[in-house]
């Protein structure tokens, strides 16, 4: 125990000796917690509009007025043929073109229908096609305004209506930031507390003060988790500064309650720490696991869900994804505050985390080999 206890106090006072180690820790939850949320978004705003208004009626000056008007649009051009258009396409000066015909008016009162062309820059084919659905949106609501005016109602209405009332559970306002802070919490936990102890190894590695560990009547189990411990620690502290960023910047409250989120934060450190000391255990420079690192980094956010819906994803993808920890804690994390889940709702993914809490750390144990100087 109190080789334990040596090993740890090393590593605080080692920590609290680098100043850039505490800026990173402190620093990088604060500001990727505020800066993340604002500009990773899924909505498309200011998509750059042209239309070709072959008609010049009153009708399509008036839905030409609505898109305008549309938040998620920008009339760049009223081009008066299609070469200019296709120019302004090549360009990059508009994204989206729309198409009033000729008698657009004419058919809309006479024949009761009419038609507009939509053409969409799908080199980024979530604008185009997020371009396309707003659009479609903005002329079905001028469309329904149109119907309004010409039909004459009746005493009693004889035309078919479905109404749909919809209701948005958990997230009624439907806020990106919910969303998105309790899982980048969940990454950033894993980054300060699992990539950083591993690091830590490693620069131990190159200065050579390892050395004098290896050659210490110590246990390789106590070194290990000598090294784990503070970095645990710091995990902790890093998921509490998340949350006064959450509370302070977006005020965003956990429904599910405090004790849940530092308790499943605490197992999912232990796989987390796992990860890194079993890095560290894999190579002998800085360069090498920071190399390792932005590929770990990587599969975690792209198979993690925390942009892409895991559902969404193919099978293989599906599969693979559920081999990745922070999965399970994005789950959890966006589950306890978003839904307010307590611990017996998230059972599955309590144990998902603690076999990989073993596992790796198991492997990171054997893996480890004491040096002879």
Do not use: C
Not at 207 to 223: A, C, D, H, W
Not at 254 to 271: A, E, K, T, W
């Amino acid at each position: 125990m109190k080789k334990l206890l040596v090993i740890v106090r090393k590593e605080f006072a080692q920590i609290f000796r680098q100043p850039a180690i505490l800026r990173m820790m402190i620093m990088m939850p604060i500001v990727q917690l505020i800066l993340i949320p604002l500009a990773a978004d899924y909505e498309v705003r200011n998509i750059n509009l042209q239309v070709i208004d072959f008609d010049h009626s009153t009708y399509s000056q008036e839905m030409i007025q609505k898109l305008a008007a549309s938040p998620y649009f920008r009339l760049v051009s009223v081009p008066d043929h299609p070469d200019k258009a296709l120019h302004n396409i090549e360009e990059n000066i508009a994204d989206l073109t729309i198409t009033v015909p000729h008698n657009f008016e004419k058919d809309l009162i006479r024949e009761n229908k009419a038609s507009v062309s939509i053409e969409a820059d799908a080199v980024n084919g979530t604008k185009a096609s997020l371009g396309v659905t707003y659009a479609s949106q903005v002329i079905g609501d001028y469309n329904q305004q149109i119907r309004e005016r010409l039909v004459q109602m009746p005493r009693f209405n004889e035309m078919t209506l479905i109404e749909v009332n919809t209701s948005f559970w958990y997230n009624p306002l439907i806020k990106y930031p919910l969303f998105m802070v309790p899982g980048i919490l969940a990454l950033l936990v894993t980054m300060v507390g699992g990539l950083m102890s591993a690091l830590n190894i490693v620069s131990e590695k190159e200065i050579g003060t390892i050395e004098q560990l290896n050659v210490s009547p110590m246990k390789r189990y106590q070194f290990l988790l000598g090294k784990l411990i503070p970095f645990w620690v710091l995990g902790l502290v890093s998921i509490t500064l998340g949350l006064l960023v959450a509370y302070f910047i977006y005020g965003i409250v956990p429904r599910g309650s405090y004790f849940s989120i530092y308790f499943f934060s605490g197992v999912y450190l232990i796989g987390a720490l796992g990860v890194g000391l079993l890095l560290s255990t894999l190579v002998d420079t800085q360069m090498q696991a920071t190399l390792f690192s932005f590929f770990i980094v990587m599969f975690f956010v792209l198979m993690g869900g925390l942009y892409t819906p895991i559902e969404s994803m193919p099978d293989w993808a599906q599969t693979l994804s559920s081999f990745n920890p922070v999965r399970y804690f994005i789950r959890v994390m966006r589950a306890i505050v978003i839904k307010g889940s307590g611990i017996g709702d998230l059972i599955p993914e309590l144990k998902a985390m603690i076999v990989f809490g073993i596992v790796l750390n198991t492997l990171a144990v054997l893996n480890y080999r004491k040096r002879s100087t």
